[in-house]
């Protein structure tokens, strides 16, 4: 695994990447065989595996939200992994009703790629009653 500084950068640039909406970006710091597991609450629900897979997810996620940002508060070294905190903003293309809520995100790195992301949504609830 990757840790430390290298780690911290690797989260650091798939951030700037997904606040630019750069897809390339994004996939550059992602392994070819990343793992995204997303909760079975969810409306997009699942576990994404490979580029394809990470593209997959961003077609479901946007499906259900427009205009998303994710504003970050903080990121950190937890040894086997890296932590964001972060703030999803997003309007549900559905019912056009907004959320803001906190997220973690947990980071896997190695080789100076993301191989595992696990986001915690703050507020599961939340997000099916603001896109029913």
Do not use: C, N
């Not at 959320?99 to 696990?118: H, S």
């Amino acid at each position: 695994m990757t840790t430390g500084q290298a780690a911290l950068e690797v989260v650091q640039a798939y951030y700037d990447a997904l606040q630019r909406g750069d897809l390339e970006g994004l996939l550059a710091v992602a392994a070819d065989d990343i793992v995204l597991e997303e909760a079975s609450s969810l409306p997009y629900a699942g576990v994404y595996r490979g580029h394809t897979g990470w593209q997959d997810f961003g077609a479901a996620f946007t499906a259900v939200w427009q205009d998303p940002v994710i504003t970050v508060d903080s990121i950190a070294d937890a040894g086997d992994y890296v932590v964001g905190l972060a703030r999803l903003s997003a309007k549900s293309r559905r019912t056009g009703k907004s959320i803001e809520m906190p997220l973690a995100e947990f980071f896997w790195v190695a080789d100076g790629k993301i191989k595992r992301l696990l986001p915690f949504y703050w507020d599961t609830a939340g997000v099916l009653k603001t896109i029913s």
